[in-house]
């Protein structure tokens, strides 16, 4: 049994037969989650009584291979910008392209970025890069400081060294040194913009930044895009003048609702307000991102060390099209192996923010599974190779009782400015089986003591 194993053993047997069978300690984390508002629609974002630990060499690895992978992602991203063949692949809106058009008038291309990856023993695969507008930095970090102190934490820390892995701070370093390169010189006025939230009694994790900028001594608002004026060069909120956006606004998602005549591109296009993320993340944030990085073709002149990253770490991803191409070296008619490889093959929307469906083909029949190929043909979607997800059991109370279950876990590592700063963990039943249990956990680094 590895350290880790016996951790996360340990952990459990102290609330099925130790002394932490008496879940009042558990009552009082939820009440502290509640009061800090840590819900959603009513539920808590967190039902989970065990954090996610990690081994050091795993953190290492999430960090050394996601920032390997990250560069890769921006040079291809270089690439795009000037070749409209590779542009064409990432299948963008007319206006999305417009918006990729414009200089942000700062380096990088994504301030701030989320890998979906899944992490089990020495293996690591990215199933996805968030390079939009990027989510759960911000709960992990309260969840976190709310874990690091429960009773079954604070014993388990008796035996284990424990560290905690805080983005926040390094968000706000990373927005500030953008604006800097943006031109400004003032202490700047921040406008956290995200779409009202749905539950008026929940906070929005964007709460959670605006008060610890807010602590840094920033001057910071949450504004929804109705809100926004533009006019005599400056962006405001009523007599609220903004210098710098943390943009929370999916690209497609803005796009749905508002043209490019919104206040927002107005005064982005005029270089009147530094925006973070730009509106050029949207090129890496396209699933068939992916696409492009596993086709040789395209990475061939690829520092060695980013192909060994891809090959190794990114799974074979293709847009669906009527086309040809490769696979394991091999050219392939890609529908026909589309249709003919449903056990190893899933099918995704290209972009997140759309309500089409994933269609897994291993847990299809072949009929439904030639459905669902017709319908990627017809709107952007990407075929990717099938990863195996990461299995855990976690605790939880439910109804006042311990029940364990096991949960699908998805690791998140942050990044900022194309350094991975700490991670977050992200807890589900899988797209298989109905669970009414899912949310954010803290992720812990373990190392021996």
């Given at each position: 049994?590895?350290?880790?194993?016996?951790?996360?053993?340990?952990?459990?047997?102290?609330?099925?037969?130790?002394?932490?069978?008496?879940?009042?300690?558990?009552e009082a984390l939820h009440?502290?989650?509640?009061?800090?508002?840590?819900?959603?629609?009513?539920?808590?974002?967190?039902?989970?009584?065990?954090?996610?630990?990690?081994?050091?060499?795993?953190?290492?690895?999430?960090?050394?291979?996601?920032?390997?992978?990250?560069?890769?992602?921006?040079?291809?991203?270089?690439?795009?910008?000037?070749?409209?063949a590779l542009l064409a692949?990432?299948?963008?809106?007319?206006?999305?392209?417009?918006?990729?058009?414009?200089?942000?008038?700062?380096?990088?291309?994504?301030?701030?970025?989320?890998?979906?990856?899944?992490?089990?023993?020495?293996?690591?695969?990215?199933?996805?890069?968030?390079?939009?507008?990027?989510?759960?930095?911000?709960?992990?970090?309260?969840?976190?400081?709310?874990?690091?102190?429960?009773?079954?934490?604070?014993?388990?820390?008796?035996?284990?060294?424990?560290?905690?892995?805080?983005?926040?701070?390094?968000?706000?370093?990373?927005?500030?040194?953008?604006?800097?390169?943006?031109?400004?010189?003032?202490?700047?006025?921040?406008?956290?913009?995200?779409?009202?939230?749905?539950?008026?009694?929940?906070?929005?994790?964007?709460?959670?930044?605006?008060?610890?900028?807010?602590?840094?001594?920033?001057?910071?608002?949450?504004?929804?895009?109705?809100?926004?004026?533009?006019?005599?060069?400056?962006?405001?909120?009523?007599?609220?003048?903004?210098?710098?956006?943390?943009?929370?606004l999916g690209v497609q998602?803005?796009?749905?609702?508002?043209?490019?005549?919104?206040?927002?591109?107005?005064?982005?296009?005029?270089?009147?307000?530094?925006?973070?993320?730009?509106?050029?993340?949207?090129?890496?944030?396209?699933?068939?991102?992916?696409?492009?990085?596993?086709?040789?073709?395209?990475?061939?002149?690829?520092?060695?060390?980013?192909?060994?990253?891809?090959?190794?770490?990114?799974?074979?991803?293709?847009?669906?099209?009527?086309?040809?191409?490769?696979?394991?070296?091999?050219?392939?008619?890609?529908?026909?192996?589309?249709?003919?490889?449903?056990?190893?093959?899933?099918?995704?929307?290209?972009?997140?923010?759309?309500?089409?469906?994933?269609?897994?083909?291993?847990?299809?029949?072949?009929?439904?599974?030639?459905?669902?190929?017709?319908?990627?043909?017809?709107?952007?979607?990407?075929?990717?190779?099938?990863?195996?997800?990461?299995?855990?059991?976690?605790?939880?109370?439910?109804?006042?009782?311990?029940?364990?279950?096991?949960?699908?876990?998805?690791?998140?590592?942050?990044?900022?400015?194309?350094?991975?700063?700490?991670?977050?963990?992200?807890?589900?039943?899988?797209?298989?089986?109905?669970?009414?249990?899912?949310?954010?956990?803290?992720?812990?680094?373990?190392?021996?003591?």
């Open positions: 049994m590895s350290q880790l194993d016996d951790a996360v053993s340990r952990y459990n047997k102290l609330l099925e037969t130790g002394p932490y069978r008496d879940l009042a300690w558990a009440e502290r989650m509640e009061s800090g508002k840590l819900s959603a629609g009513g539920r808590l974002i967190c039902p989970f009584l065990r954090p996610n630990l990690i081994s050091r060499r795993q953190y290492d690895s999430l960090v050394k291979t996601g920032e390997t992978l990250i560069s890769a992602i921006d040079r291809m991203e270089q690439m795009v910008l000037s070749t409209p692949r990432l299948e963008l809106l007319p206006a999305e392209k417009m918006l990729a058009a414009i200089d942000p008038g700062y380096q990088a291309l994504e301030v701030a970025a989320r890998l979906d990856s899944h992490l089990v023993n020495g293996h690591l695969h990215f199933v996805q890069y968030n390079a939009d507008s990027p989510t759960g930095a911000g709960y992990a970090d309260a969840l976190g400081e709310l874990f690091w102190d429960i009773p079954p934490v604070k014993e388990l820390r008796k035996k284990y060294s424990l560290s905690r892995v805080g983005s926040r701070k390094h968000l706000l370093h990373a927005l500030l040194k953008s604006y800097k390169q943006f031109g400004g010189s003032k202490r700047p006025n921040i406008a956290i913009v995200e779409f009202k939230h749905a539950y008026g009694s929940s906070q929005s994790e964007y709460e959670l930044f605006r008060d610890f900028f807010r602590d840094e001594g920033y001057q910071v608002e949450i504004v929804s895009p109705e809100q926004l004026e533009y006019r005599n060069g400056v962006l405001r909120k009523g007599a609220f003048e903004i210098n710098l956006v943390y943009r929370r998602e803005f796009l749905i609702r508002f043209d490019l005549t919104h206040p927002l591109v107005q005064a982005y296009r005029d270089h009147a307000v530094c925006v973070v993320n730009s509106f050029r993340s949207e090129l890496a944030h396209k699933k068939a991102m992916f696409g492009l990085l596993t086709d040789a073709s395209v990475t061939a002149k690829f520092p060695a060390v980013e192909r060994k990253a891809i090959r190794d770490h990114v799974p074979w991803t293709r847009l669906v099209s009527a086309t040809k191409t490769t696979y394991a070296d091999k050219t392939i008619d890609l529908p026909e192996f589309i249709s003919q490889n449903r056990e190893k093959l899933a099918l995704k929307p290209n972009d997140d923010y759309s309500d089409q469906h994933t269609y897994l083909g291993w847990e299809m029949d072949s009929a439904g599974w030639d459905r669902a190929l017709k319908q990627a043909m017809r709107s952007p979607y990407v075929v990717q190779e099938r990863v195996e997800p990461v299995k855990s059991v976690f605790p939880l109370m439910s109804y006042g009782q311990l029940e364990f279950r096991e949960m699908q876990v998805d690791v998140h590592p942050h990044a900022y400015l194309g350094k991975v700063q700490g991670c977050s963990t992200w807890l589900s039943a899988g797209h298989s089986g109905f669970s009414s249990a899912a949310g954010i956990v803290p992720t812990f680094i373990l190392d021996s003591k």
